[in-house]
Nanobody, 123 residues
Framework: QVQLVESGGGSVQPGGSLRLSCVVS????????MGWFRQAPGKEREGVAS?????KTSYADPVKGRFTVSRNNAQMYLEMRNLKPEDTAMYYC???????????????????WGQGTQVTVSS
């Protein structure tokens, strides 16, 4: 059984930083890619950043230059800097098996999901 568990969410002031972590278990095929998604109340889930098992990354335009995704075997991280109120959302970790030239940022390209961790940016 594949499980993804996120951690590291919390409340910060605008301009602050947070580091999210995701641990995946149960994926015996090492050729899997992972992604971070977020969903704010009343909005659709959107891709934030993703990474392949050979460290190819993709970023959504709103977070480029502020967020950094990294991976160490079965753990994925999202370093978030200069956080803005519009970054407030539930953040989800996702994974799937396969090869991509650039890892996808569409939720439909992932079948395994975590339960999410809340990030709130407010003064």
């Amino acid at each position: 059984q594949v499980q993804l568990v996120e951690s590291g969410g919390g409340s910060v002031q605008p301009g602050g930083s947070l580091r999210l972590s995701c641990v995946v278990s149960g994926l015996t095929n090492g050729n899997y890619y992972m992604g971070w998604f977020r969903q704010a109340p009343g909005k659709e889930r959107e891709g934030v950043a993703s990474i392949t098992n050979y460290d190819k990354t993709s970023y959504a335009d709103p977070v480029k230059g502020r967020f950094t995704v990294s991976r160490n075997n079965a753990q994925m991280y999202l370093e978030m800097r200069n956080l803005k109120p519009e970054d407030t959302a539930m953040y989800y970790c996702a994974a799937d098996v396969g090869y991509w030239r650039a890892p996808p940022l569409s939720a439909s390209d992932y079948i395994y999901w975590g339960q999410g961790t809340q990030v709130t940016v407010s003064s």
